[in-house]
């Protein structure tokens, strides 16, 4: 799967990283929110599934873009 599970038992999050799209899926099993961050194109796209939120930080202009979905 070129999949890597991260897991970081301090703060019961795991990270899961896809090495076939370059995305990150940052799991917090205490909130079950799930963070999606995307590295192509020197941006950053930061979903919690939870509240329906995307960050987008561009590392290029260093702005951080925060997108609330319904």
């Known amino acids: 799967m070129s999949t890597t599970y ?3 038992t301090v703060t019961s999050t795991t990270y899961i990283v896809s090495t076939v799209t370059s995305a ?3 799991v917090n099993t205490v909130t079950s929110a ?3 961050v995307n590295t ?3 941006t950053t796209y930061i979903t ?4 329906s939120t995307t960050y987008i ?3 290029v202009t260093s702005t951080t873009y925060i997108v609330k979905t319904q």
């Open 6 to 8: 991260i897991i970081n």
């Open 24 to 26: 990150t899926y940052i």
């Open 34 to 36: 799930t963070y999606i």
């Open 40 to 42: 192509v194109m020197s």
């Open 48 to 51: 919690n599934t939870v509240t």
């Open 57 to 59: 930080v561009s590392t």
